[in-house]
C-alpha cells in the first residue's frame, strides 16, 4: 500500500458530540484528547513521517468564552500527551494574541521528546492571513516563497481527514494542501475508530496521485 508522507487531521464535531448526547458543547473538547493519542500511535505503526492536528483557529476565538476557555484546555492537554511518546512537536500559531496558552510557547520551536522520530504539528490559535502575511514582503521571483510563511517547517501535506462530515478545509494549512487528498469521515471526532483510519488510508491508496503532472 502507498502511504501518504504527512497527514493532515481536522478533529471536527466535538460539540456536536456533545449536544446528542444532552451535554453542555464545551464538554465535548475533552473527549477528543483520547482519539488524537489513539490516531498518533496508528500513525507511529504505520510509519506515517508527519502528522498535523487542527487545534483551534484565530477565528475559533468568537465562540462563547466557555467553549474557548474548554477547547484552550484541551489543545493544551493533548499537547501534553504527546510529549510523553516519541515524536518531534511542534506548536504553530499567533504567539502575540492574549489567547495563545502561555504554556505552550516553549514548543513554538521543535523540540525532540523521549526517542523522537515522527514529527507532530499542533495547530493553536491559527489563522491562514496571519500564516500568509508575510508573503506581502516577499520577491514573487524567488524560488523559496515558502520560507516566508510562519509554518514554514510544516511540510506538504499529502492526506487530509477532516472528521464531523463537514466538507470544507476550514483555513487549514493552505499552502502545504495545494496538492492535497481530503478524505471524510462522517463520524464524530470523539467517536473516532481506528477502522475509519485505514479506510482513509485504502481510499488514498486508490487515489491518482499526479502532483499537477
Not at 57 to 73: E, G, H, M, W, Y
Not at 187 to 208: G, H, I, M, R, S
Amino acid at each position: 500500500m502507498r502511504l501518504p508522507n504527512h497527514i493532515g487531521i481536522i478533529p471536527d464535531g466535538n460539540r456536536r458530540w456533545a449536544a446528542s448526547r444532552g451535554m453542555q458543547k464545551e464538554e465535548g473538547y475533552d473527549n477528543g484528547i483520547n482519539p488524537g493519542l489513539s490516531l498518533f500511535k496508528l500513525c507511529q505503526r504505520e510509519g506515517i513521517k508527519e502528522v498535523t492536528y487542527y487545534g483551534f483557529t484565530t477565528d475559533n476565538n468568537k465562540r462563547p468564552l466557555k467553549q474557548r476557555i474548554a477547547f484552550t484546555k484541551a489543545c493544551i492537554d493533548a499537547v501534553k500527551v504527546l510529549a510523553k511518546e516519541d515524536a518531534s512537536l511542534l506548536v504553530v500559531g499567533n504567539t502575540d494574541s492574549d489567547v495563545f496558552p502561555k504554556e505552550l510557547i516553549p514548543l513554538t520551536k521543535r523540540k525532540k521528546f523521549g526517542k523522537g522520530g515522527i514529527k507532530v504539528n499542533f495547530l493553536v490559535n491559527y489563522g491562514w492571513e496571519w500564516d500568509l502575511n508575510n508573503l506581502k514582503k516577499c520577491d514573487s521571483n524567488k524560488k523559496n516563497v515558502a520560507n516566508y510563511i510562519k509554518s514554514a517547517d510544516v511540510s506538504r501535506i499529502d492526506l487530509i481527514i477532516r472528521w464531523g462530515g463537514r466538507r470544507r478545509l476550514s483555513g487549514f494549512l493552505p499552502v502545504q494542501s495545494v496538492y492535497s487528498d481530503f478524505y471524510i469521515v462522517d463520524n464524530y471526532w470523539p467517536d473516532f475508530k481506528e477502522a475509519d483510519f485505514y479506510k482513509a488510508l485504502e481510499w488514498y491508496n486508490n487515489q491518482d496521485i499526479t502532483l499537477g503532472g
